[in-house]
């Protein structure tokens, strides 16, 4: 079981940037999965989850109208559209899949990422 | 929005001690807090759920208890594998939002 982000670098203030999080090992279309950041040196912001089977999704305020989560479940693949970027932004991306313990969609982040860094400079 | 604090911010014991952390919510959440660990450099684990429950794999060293505003989270013999930030979570279901506690470092 592992998920692995990939499409993080260096982009200007105003600039995109599309995150992936291939997932494997699981039944990846029966999970909702979140995008959960770390800005350098500071704890943990939750920033987007979508449903088990894409109909759902929700942003916390500070992304909400500039970032959108989607997934393909064909290629056990969810990404993270980030747009208007801002230096605030720049964190450290994990996508994490809940445990079946608590709840498919909405339970606690039992699987992580090893994460994809962001960095939003001039 | 609920807005959720820790105390300490950080810590410093000696192993096999007792230790204890705080999370205060800012209005009544029922249960609905989750506790993660998370090691310098690596992802967060998930240690426990709905505020007392035990993750599967979890050592039986860590607990948690409380609900409405106040929750407490215990190491009940520190060991040194256990130094991380400790942060608690809480989660609301309609809509579905995620907010976590700025974390609590934990030394030897």
């Known amino acids: 079981v592992q998920m692995v982000e990939s499409g993080g670098g260096v982009v200007q203030p105003e600039g995109s940037l599309r995150l992936s999080c291939a997932a494997s090992?699981?039944?990846?279309?029966?999970?909702?999965i979140h995008w959960v950041r770390q800005a350098p040196g500071k704890g943990l912001e939750w920033v987007a989850v979508?449903?088990?089977?894409?109909?759902?999704?929700y942003y916390s305020d500070s992304v909400k109208g500039r970032f959108t989560i989607s997934r393909d479940n064909s290629k056990n693949t969810v990404y993270l559209q980030m747009n208007n970027l801002r230096p605030e932004d720049t964190a450290l991306y994990y996508c994490a899949r809940p445990s079946p313990r608590h709840h498919y969609v909405r339970g606690a982040f039992h699987i992580w990422g090893q994460g994809t860094m962001v960095t939003v400079s001039s | 929005d609920i807005q959720m604090t820790q105390s300490p911010s950080s810590l410093s014991a000696s192993v096999g001690d007792r230790v204890t952390i705080t999370c205060q919510a800012s209005?009544?959440?029922?249960?609905?807090l989750n506790w993660y660990q998370q090691k310098p450099g690596r992802a967060p684990n998930l240690l426990l759920f709905d505020a007392s429950n035990l993750h599967p794999g979890v050592p039986s060293r860590f607990s948690g208890s409380g609900s409405g505003t106040h929750f407490t989270f215990t190491i009940s013999s520190l060991q040194p594998e256990d130094v991380a930030t400790y942060y608690c979570?809480?989660?609301?279901?309609?809509?579905?939002?995620?907010?976590f506690g700025p974390g609590t470092k934990v030394e030897i």
């Open positions: 090992g699981f039944n990846f279309g029966i999970f909702g």
């Open positions: 209005q009544d959440i029922s249960n609905n």
């Open positions: 979570q809480h989660y609301d279901n309609v809509p579905p939002k995620f907010t």
């Open positions: 979508i449903w088990d089977d894409g109909s759902q999704d």
